[in-house]
């Protein structure tokens, strides 16, 4: 190891890189992140880089663990992602999340296997392909105004399509992905959707994300916003039951993303343990909570997950 600081490596992409060019739009929440972990660091006597994670292996000399930080474009590319992923734990890196996590988080389906373990999730119907008269068809099995078509391997709400019995895609349109289809539920735009952020299998802070208006998607990019949400003791059960139908021990990092249905339940929409954001605004005491659980792992010297 170079230096006389354990080195932590926070993966991030080509544009939400700082100093490189042009950026993401929302490349402002991976600043928010790495100057709210790397002081944390400091303070237990580590040192943070940030490296793009495309970056050759012997940017990687002297890491000790790396943060699967904001690698934002990893769906775009996801089995050169976890062959990265393969190659640093093969040189001894502790990963946070883990290969073996990324590689059941990055597909949507394991919505269902969660389903299978008790978690109350949006009616769902998986394809390999999209058409028009699937669409229809959804809308008619889900018996609903709108239907979201969502990539089966994606993030940020990217290539996502919204369709309605008035509005549907010309009889030519493809989707182009594997896709999961789900009825548009109403309370996103009226409510928004809760965001429950856990470190090492414990609740930490949780956030209330609302579209901009005229908007459904929550997401910075496209206008919405968030503000602190104090969950009441049913709803940190809620999600709290998500992290422990997890198939593998608590990961350091998991966000829980729930909106609620129109009986009042909250659904759960995803478990988001690869690259989240993890709003630290809304959360201060999250780069001391990190810290606190990379040094503990860097004392046991046990696998990260």
Request: with cysteine; glycine share 8%; proline share 5%.
């Amino acid at each position: 190891m170079t230096g006389s600081a354990p080195i932590i490596a926070f993966l991030a992409c080509k544009t939400t890189m700082p100093g490189r060019g042009e950026r993401r739009g929302d490349a402002y929440e991976s600043d928010l992140m790495t100057d709210a972990i790397s002081q944390a660091l400091a303070d237990h006597g580590l040192e943070m880089r940030i490296v793009d994670w495309e970056a050759d292996l012997a940017e990687f000399d002297g890491v000790s663990l790396a943060l699967l930080g904001s690698s934002w474009n990893y769906q775009d590319k996801p089995q050169e992602f976890i062959a990265k992923l393969d190659a640093l734990e093969a040189r001894g890196i502790q990963l946070c999340n883990s290969a073996e996590i990324v590689r059941w988080n990055a597909r949507k389906t394991y919505l269902r296997e969660l389903a299978d373990k008790g978690a109350a999730t949006i009616p769902t119907i998986w394809l390999d392909d999209v058409s028009g008269d699937d669409v229809m068809a959804a809308i008619e099995a889900f018996d609903c105004e709108r239907l979201v078509v969502k990539r089966q391997i994606g993030a940020g709400a990217e290539g996502q399509e919204m369709f309605a019995r008035t509005q549907m895609p010309d009889t030519s349109w493809r989707f182009g992905h594997k896709a999961m289809l789900q009825p548009f539920l109403p309370t996103i735009q009226s409510e928004g959707e809760l965001s429950f952020i856990f470190i090492q299998g414990e609740l930490s802070h949780a956030l209330c994300k609302k579209a901009a208006e005229g908007e459904y998607r929550i997401q910075s990019l496209y206008g919405g916003t968030e503000s602190h949400h104090s969950p009441s003791d049913d709803e940190a059960a809620q999600a709290q039951k998500i992290i422990a139908a997890l198939p593998f021990s608590p990961p350091l990092y998991a966000r829980i993303d729930m909106v609620r249905g129109e009986r009042g339940q909250l659904l759960l929409m995803e478990a988001e343990m690869i690259e989240p954001y993890l709003y630290p605004v809304q959360g201060p005491e999250l780069g001391p909570r990190i810290a606190s659980a990379i040094t503990n792992r860097l004392a046991e010297k046990v696998p990260a997950s």
